[in-house]
Every structure is written in C-alpha cells, then in structure tokens.
C-alpha cells in the first residue's frame, strides 16, 4: 500500500459513503410530501412515524462524509467548508432543523404546534437535497477560488485558500448545471421516498397515492438526469498531467474517464438500469412492493461512480475556475502517508459497523408500518 493507493483507496471510500448518503435522501423525499401526499393528520402521523425511525441513518452518514473528507483531504475542507461557506452552512442547518423537528414535535409543552416543526421538516425536505446536489456540481464545474501553500509562512496571514467572491459558494446558484444537479437530487429523493412508502407502509390509500407520485416524480427525475450527465460528458474537465501536474482543460474529460477506466462505467450503467428497474417495476406491477431495493442499490453504485470520476484518472475532484493550477486533487490535498495509513486500519471495522446498521434495520423493519403500531410503540414523533 503506497502513498498513491491510500489516496485512491480514501477517495472511494469517501465516493461510496456519498452515495450510501444519497440513497438515505429518500427521507428528505419523503418530508418534502408531507403536505401534498398526506391528506389528513392520521396520513400526516403515519409518514412522519416511517420516516422518522431512518432520519438518523442520513444525519450520521453525512456527519461520516464531512469527518472523512477533513481527516483525508483536510485542504479541501479547509477551502471548500472555509470558503462556500453560506451553502455548507444553509444546509447544516437544514438538517439542524431535521432534528430539532423530529425530536420536538411530540413533546409536552410544544408552544409552537406540531406542523410548525413538520413545516421544518418540508424545508430540510426540499432545501436540503437541492442545496447538497448543487454543492456536489461543483465538483465539475469548478468554484471560485485561490490556493497558495507559501502563505503557511505569513505569521500575520497564514491563509493557505482565499476565496474569490463575497457570495462564499452561492455563485454557484448562478451556473444552471448546479440548478441540474440540485433538482435531479431533488427529484431523486422524492422517487425513493414514494419506493420507500410502497415498500413499508400497510395504508392501501397512502400505498395507491405514492404509486402516482412515483410517476409524477420519476419523470422530471430522469430528464435532470439525463440533462446533467449528457451536459458534462460534452463539457470540458479538468485534468492533470500525471508527470508535471500540471493541470489543463480537456474536452470530453468525464466521458473519457468512463471509458478508460471500464469497469466505472460499466459500474455505473447497471447503477443507472438498476434504479430504472425498480421505478418501471413498480408503476407496472401494482403488486410489486420491492422497487426501493433495486434503485437504491442502483442509486448507491451511480453516485458513487459519478464522484468516482472527479478523483480518478488524473482528474482535479474539487477545480478552481479562477486559477487551474489551485485545483485539488487527491494527491496535492490528502493528509499525510501516516495519517491515511492509520485510518485505513481503522476503516477494516467498517464492515461490522455496517452489518450492525443492517441487523438493526431489518429489525425495525419486520412488517409493514400501521398506525396501529404506533399504539405497541414506545416511541412516537
């Protein structure tokens, strides 16, 4: 294991953890429904109910991704979370509110109301996946920003990155490939939400109108999608000079790492076959109830290829628009040799940390979700 493989090892590690994040977003999907696919408070109470015993599934893994990123790439986050800053923190505190609305709702002495919180829930809902989307569009399309390792020698200003504009990652907004991305994400989360419902809950009313919502949702879902990938496999990438490191425009550059690295591409095809398996299934069988399944591997393996693809291959994963040689790129932004070594160690217990996460999810998950449970429940939102 050289310096080179460890750095390649924690990029896909950090890949595979973002797409385990975007399969959980179905919660998100879900609490952005909670006012347009339940009708009532009983429909209202039964979506929060399913959806708040797997919040903390998505919360976790996103704090798991931030820590990664900081222990193996700390450049990044320093330049990233200290420079676009206003979106990093737009979406910390979406899921701020997740918590807090879950954990508050039901309380004794609620002097703001249920739906106040549930209204919380819906922002994290829709803010949240669409915020998360266009900060990962970034990735391609490049921020504005300086990287300069020499100020670590300034006493009075040791500011190794300098961000180039006042907005701090909002600027963002204003390139429409981020507006792609945040709504595909945004369409993806709710098209796993409605799987999601299918899958657990006993309610035929609620289980019928999720089946139409999966097609209402499924539709835009696919057409960002396919906007988004066509429009960055045409772009230009940004690739390094694997001897100079030098780091230079390259038309077609996305593309090209799918086919030169044959087996993420042929990755992420099934990855995206798969999550169109589960969503055809599902609107064509009125008695198929295990779509979830298939698009959320499905979705897993896509994401996780599609990070892939910034990292590897000589590729700047996180490039500067404004100065191509500030660009990071998992060699010039990774911790130390030592560093990565020790974590490696410790990610062999990852494993067991997820067969943990999985014994505890089907145990949740033994039948279907009823009201009535709520009342054998000890734990109501």
């Keep these: 294991m050289d310096y080179s493989f460890l750095q390649h090892y924690w990029w896909f590690l950090i890949c595979l953890i973002g797409g385990i994040f975007a399969f959980l977003l179905f919660v998100q999907g879900g609490q952005s429904m909670l006012f347009s696919l339940a009708k009532d408070e009983k429909e209202r109470m039964i979506l929060v109910n399913a959806l708040g015993r797997k919040w903390e599934y998505t919360f976790t893994t996103l704090v798991t991704f931030g820590g990664a990123l900081f222990a193996s790439f700390p450049l990044f986050y320093s330049t990233s979370f200290g420079g676009a800053y206003w979106v990093w923190m737009a979406i910390l505190f979406c899921f701020v509110l997740q918590a807090v609305s879950y954990e508050f709702q039901s309380k004794p002495g609620n002097v703001f109301g249920r739906n106040t919180y549930r209204w919380f829930l819906f922002c994290n809902g829709l803010l949240g996946t669409f915020l998360v989307g266009a900060a990962l569009a970034t990735f391609f399309t490049g921020s504005d920003f300086t990287v300069n390792k020499g100020n670590m020698t300034d006493v009075l200003n ?11 990652g909002l600027e963002a907004l204003a390139d429409a490939r981020c507006w792609l991305l945040g709504l595909t994400v945004f369409f993806l989360a709710r098209t796993l939400a409605c799987l999601f419902f299918i899958n657990r809950l006993q309610d035929a009313t609620l289980v019928s109108r999720s089946r139409k919502y999966l097609l209402l949702n499924a539709i835009p879902f696919v057409v960002f999608f396919l906007a988004f990938v066509i429009w960055t496999f045409l772009a230009k990438g940004y690739a390094v000079d694997p001897v100079t490191k030098v780091v230079e425009l390259v038309q077609y550059k996305y593309f090209l790492n799918m086919i030169e690295m044959p087996i993420v591409g042929v990755v992420f095809l099934v990855g ?95 039948k279907k979700f009823d009201v009535k449970d709520l009342k054998d429940d000890g734990h109501v939102y």
């Design 272 to 366: 995206v076959l798969l999550v169109l398996f589960g969503i055809g299934k599902t609107l064509l069988s009125k008695e198929y109830h295990s779509g979830i399944w298939f698009s959320g591997v499905g979705t897993v393996l896509t994401v996780c290829m599609l990070l892939l693809i910034t990292g590897f291959n000589n590729t700047a994963y996180y490039p500067s628009s404004t100065d191509l040689q500030s660009s990071l790129t998992i060699e010039n932004s990774s911790s130390s040799e030592f560093t990565l070594t020790v974590m490696s160690v410790v990610s062999l217990f990852v494993p067991f940390v997820l067969g943990y996460i999985i014994y505890a999810w089907n145990s949740l998950e033994k």
């Design 158 to 168: 040791p500011v190794i990155s300098r961000w180039g504009t006042e907005w701090h």
